[in-house]
């Protein structure tokens, strides 16, 4: 039995976020681990020809809809972020900095940029405006920015979304149990039965 789940994520999307809100209650309820794996969504569509769902007019108003109506199922905020999209490549260097050097403080860095893109929502491609959030969230935004701009961060974030893409993700939440992989936070109970079988 496969007591792990890596879960490939980029905060810019919504559906990450509301994988994010439920990962760590489910895996608690099959008692196994969230493998925390930041990657570039940006990058992920690059190398796969992927697209934002949103780059289809009316793909994106159904899944603005329906991004809704998984929040509220699980009963948490979402307010779609009205600057989307945001360029998140200093958001996911910051979050592997945080993983990599202060991993204590890695889910609360999360809690606070995740927030800030989709409970708040703010601007967060505004180097001000996410130095703020930051700063409210009990970070220093110029250790942050110091930790995103080490190569090895830089690195780190790289083998992330290229293995992400290498295991045959092309999007953003990607969950891995095992070799099985699943897209989407609305596949969170395929993943409960990999978890569990």
Not at 47 to 74: C, E, F, H, L
Not at 88 to 114: C, K, S
Not at 138 to 164: C, M, R, W, Y
Request: glycine share 10%; with cysteine.
């Amino acid at each position: 039995m496969n007591r792990t789940v890596e879960f490939f994520f980029d905060v810019g999307s919504p559906t990450a976020y509301l994988a994010y809100t439920q990962l760590p209650a489910l895996a608690a309820a099959c008692g196994a681990q969230v493998v925390w794996r930041p990657m570039l969504l940006g990058g992920v569509f690059k190398a796969t020809g992927n697209a934002s769902p949103i780059s289809v007019p009316a793909k994106g108003r159904w899944m603005n809809d329906d991004i809704q109506r998984w929040a509220r199922r699980y009963g948490v905020p979402l307010v779609f972020n009205p600057h989307f999209p945001i360029n998140t490549l200093p958001l996911m260097r910051g979050a592997v900095g945080v993983q990599m050097r202060e991993p204590e403080a890695f889910l609360r860095y999360l809690d606070v940029v995740f927030g800030a893109m989709w409970r708040e929502p703010r601007n967060l491609g505004d180097p001000a405006v996410l130095a703020e959030a930051l700063r409210a969230g009990g970070f220093d935004p110029a250790s942050v920015a110091a930790l995103a701009a080490e190569p090895e961060v830089k690195a780190q974030l790289i083998a992330n979304t290229g293995e992400a893409v290498a295991r045959g993700a092309f999007g953003a939440p990607t969950f891995f149990v095992g070799e099985q992989m699943f897209f989407g936070q609305d596949r969170l109970e395929f993943v409960r039965e990999a978890l569990s079988g």
